[in-house]
């Protein structure tokens, strides 16, 4: 069974632009997190989605938003983009049963880097 | 505010002891935990999840207790090995929800030395 698939896997902004993340869930995961992590703060949740429906939201300005697809892909895109951005950004798929959300499993992460 | 922390932040060891990583977390009211591991420059990858229900689990060498009213988990790692080297990271759910957000700790860097 395929992990949980991130692409792009590195990428490169520069401050200003904007930026699109995808991720592909285990197969037969409807709920689909995302966070950030930086040396600084560690892992911050910045929202989830389940069944095309943002079911949680973290601290995080606007300029961060997400969606969920059909399929339960998700993307998230940051716009605006700032030094402080730079991140790597990870995605966790889950299988939802009747509203409990068990074990997260991580994909590799998106390397963003912001000049 | 739920807040998680993970002591000690490094340890260094040679290639055979028993260690013990811990993890404690301020809002007992939590639905589950999860222990993570992570190589540099990698995603998590799932080691073992405890129930709110559940008092310990264990997976091959490793072993993970919860004490809910405590507000601590303790993760024991048998006859450590150089493979064993990355950070671990301890989550738990947010507050009492049941849903995909995770409270990080900021890990411990265990180093198994040959």
């Known amino acids: 069974k395929a992990g949980v698939t991130q692409t792009p896997r590195y990428l490169i902004k520069t401050r200003g632009q904007q930026v699109t993340l995808s991720c592909s869930p285990i197969?037969?995961?409807?709920?689909v997190s995302w966070y950030q992590q930086t040396p600084g703060q560690g892992l911050q949740f910045l929202f989830e989605?389940?069944?095309?429906?943002?079911?949680n939201k973290g601290n995080f300005p606007g300029r961060f938003s997400g969606r969920q697809f059909s399929n339960s892909r998700s993307e998230m895109n940051v716009s605006t983009l700032e030094l402080g951005d730079s991140a790597l950004y990870l995605c966790a798929s889950s299988l939802d049963r009747g509203g409990y959300t068990g074990e997260l499993f991580f994909g590799e992460g998106s390397r963003l880097t912001v000049l | 505010k739920q807040e998680v922390t993970q002591i000690p932040a490094a340890l260094s060891v040679p290639e055979g002891e028993n260690l013990v990583l811990n993890c404690s977390f301020t809002?007992?009211?939590?639905?589950?935990l999860q222990w993570f591991r992570q190589d540099p420059g990698k995603g998590l990858t799932s080691l073992l999840l405890i129930q709110s229900s559940q008092r310990e689990q264990t997976s091959g060498r490793l072993n993970a207790s919860l004490d809910k009213s405590s507000g601590r988990s303790t993760l024991y790692i048998a006859a450590s090995q150089p493979g064993d080297s990355a950070t671990y990271l301890c989550a738990v759910s947010g507050g009492s929800s049941n849903t995909g957000k995770l409270i990080f700790g900021q890990g411990t860097t265990l180093q198994v030395k040959p």
């Open positions: 989605y389940f069944s095309e429906t943002q079911r």
């Open positions: 197969s037969g995961h409807r709920s």
């Open positions: 809002d007992s009211a939590i639905y589950n």
